[in-house]
């Protein structure tokens, strides 16, 4: 089969590699039809590294993935060849003390498909998944809707563990994929005003469709100015989904004594630092997100109804002998780019 290697920084290379083998009794094998270029590859192809994950060059990447199941093991009962699935990339124990008690995404022993010393990603043709993390699609569903379900599904855990007030005034500082998600997510609730900021003019006007409060860039506007303008009182919840560290501070500032910070994007640096006084003296609640829980069904039933539409969000398509070209428009934010698809089907 073909896969395409992070080689070295900034560089891919598509090579035959063996077909993979279906190993435990309740191992799938998965024809890819679609991997979404999301913003944590490409710490890994710019930076080689998230954190204490450092890449180990060559590694094959990629995790927001959709497909057909060709085979599978002897105890599979939750898929049948020919079945078109989304994949949850998360492959968790089901017996530590986190996976007992619920939080299978903070497994002791996780694995994710596309992170170094784990799991192969999902550019290659073929992937072998758990069946836990296989999920049947209806026939109404597209590929490209059953990738978009892993950010989706992050962004239902985002608001879900937010817990935010009714009516609750927030702000979206990040307007990519997953801030865009998060944006979905909301409107789908019951929700006041929502403002959201990006340095890219371009991700602002896809998100005027969902009819934001208010939205700039902070490169050439006064954000907290802005917006307390329109709120004095300032904002119940800030989502930071871009991962800047000026825009973690900005987000503190944004917020009214007693509000929360969440925290969705990944930040680049090892260590960010916090206004701690201003913290204190507002006593900010800080949530961090991990990735996701218990949402990629919900996502999937969302999208298949069209409680949510997320088709806008693909703005670009490649196929996987130019996945190099799509992963350097996407760290350079080149032509507009929300999400860039690879299609292999």
Same mark, same amino acid.
């Given at each position: 089969m073909k896969a395409a290697y992070l080689t070295a920084l900034r560089s891919f290379a598509i090579r035959q590699t063996p077909d993979p083998v279906l190993v435990r009794d309740?191992? +799938?094998?998965?024809?890819?039809?679609?991997?979404? +270029?999301?913003?944590?590859?490409?710490?890994?192809?710019?930076?080689?590294?998230?954190? !204490?994950?450092?890449?180990?060059?060559?590694?094959? +990447?990629?995790?927001?993935? !959709?497909?057909?199941?060709?085979?599978?093991?002897?105890?599979?009962?939750?898929?049948?060849?020919?079945?078109?699935?989304?994949?949850?990339? /998360?492959?968790?124990?089901?017996?530590?003390?986190?996976?007992?008690?619920?939080?299978?995404?903070?497994?002791?022993?996780?694995?994710?498909?596309?992170?170094?010393?784990?799991?192969?990603?999902?550019?290659? &043709?073929? +992937?072998?998944?758990?069946?836990? #993390? #296989?999920?049947?699609?209806?026939?109404?569903?597209?590929?490209?809707?059953?990738?978009?379900?892993?950010?989706?599904?992050? /962004?239902?855990?985002?608001? &879900?563990? !937010?817990?935010?007030?009714?009516?609750?005034?927030? /702000?979206?500082?990040?307007?990519?994929?997953?801030?865009?998600?998060?944006?979905?997510?909301?409107? /789908?609730?019951?929700?006041?005003?929502?403002?959201?900021?990006?340095?890219?003019?371009?991700?602002?006007?896809?998100?005027?469709?969902?009819?934001?409060?208010?939205?700039?860039?902070?490169d050439r506007q006064n954000v907290v100015e802005e917006i307390a303008r329109i709120e004095p009182l300032l904002l119940d919840v800030v989502y930071e989904c871009s991962g800047d560290e000026a825009a973690i501070r900005q987000g503190i500032e944004l917020l009214k004594p007693g509000g929360k910070l969440v925290l969705v994007g990944i930040p680049g640096a090892e260590c960010v630092s916090f206004p701690i006084h201003d913290m204190r003296r507002k006593e900010i609640t800080l949530v961090n997100i991990r990735r996701q829980v218990h949402c990629t069904q919900p996502a999937i039933d969302v999208l298949a109804t069209g409680g949510i539409d997320l088709n806008s969000l693909i703005t670009h398509r490649f196929p996987l002998e130019a996945t190099g070209e799509a992963f350097g428009l996407v760290a350079r934010h080149g032509d507009g780019v929300m999400k860039a698809m690879i299609e292999l089907g």
């Open positions: 309740t191992d +799938v094998l998965v024809r890819i039809q679609r991997v979404g +270029v999301c913003g944590s590859d490409i710490h890994y192809y710019t930076a080689g590294k998230i954190g !204490s994950q450092v890449a180990q060059f060559p590694f094959v +990447v990629g995790h927001e993935a !959709s497909g057909v199941v060709e085979r599978m093991g002897k105890s599979v009962r939750r898929v049948r060849p020919g079945d078109r699935i989304a994949i949850d990339p /998360a492959i968790s124990c089901g017996t530590c003390d986190q996976c007992r008690s619920g939080r299978e995404h903070t497994c002791r022993t996780l694995q994710f498909m596309g992170a170094p010393g784990q799991r192969d990603g999902c550019l290659s &043709e073929f +992937v072998v998944a758990d069946e836990k #993390c #296989c999920y049947a699609i209806p026939e109404s569903m597209t590929f490209d809707q059953a990738a978009l379900c892993e950010p989706l599904s992050i /962004a239902l855990y985002t608001v &879900e563990k !937010s817990s935010h007030p009714p009516k609750a005034d927030v /702000a979206i500082l990040g307007m990519g994929p997953i801030g865009m998600c998060v944006f979905h997510a909301l409107r /789908a609730g019951d929700m006041g005003n929502v403002f959201v900021t990006d340095r890219i003019d371009e991700r602002l006007g896809l998100s005027r469709p969902l009819r934001p409060a208010w939205c700039g860039n902070p």
